[in-house]
């Protein structure tokens, strides 16, 4: 099967920066799969951050869009997500994914195939 181990998590102050890390593995994961970034806050759904094929396309929800960048390494099977001015806003749990193959980027949670633990990202007022 396919794992996913995110890392990176952390408490950071308004306005400060981290940068989450996941890596896959497993016999049947294809370096060329899409992969994204999800979170869910205290009480709340479950909601899209960032996606990015392999090719490089990305796309980002409108209230991440111009402070987090999503990238990966296909050669290490790891896809990342920068994050900059956090704000208290982002705390939540970050939840990297991926889709089974080279499917198109997508926010729809539903389509992704394997998903990792979860980590937490708290930003402090």
């Known amino acids: 099967q396919v794992q996913l181990e995110e890392s990176g998590g952390g408490l950071v102050q308004a306005g400060g920066s981290l940068r989450l890390s996941c890596a896959a593995s497993g016999r049947t994961f294809s370096s060329k799969a899409t992969m994204g970034w999800f979170r869910q806050a205290p009480g709340k759904e479950r909601e899209f951050v960032a996606t990015?094929?392999?090719?490089?396309?990305?796309d980002y929800a409108a209230s991440v869009e111009g402070r987090f960048t999503i990238s990966r390494d296909n050669a290490k099977n790891t896809v990342y997500l920068q994050m900059n001015s956090l704000e208290p806003e982002d705390t939540a749990i970050y939840y990297c994914?991926?889709?089974?193959?080279?499917?198109?980027?997508?926010?729809?949670?539903?389509?992704?195939?394997?998903w990792g633990q979860g980590t937490q990202v708290t930003g402090s007022s």
């Open positions: 994914a991926a889709r089974r193959a080279v499917f198109p980027a997508t926010p729809d949670e539903r389509a992704y195939d394997y």
């Open positions: 990015v094929t392999w090719s490089g396309i990305t």
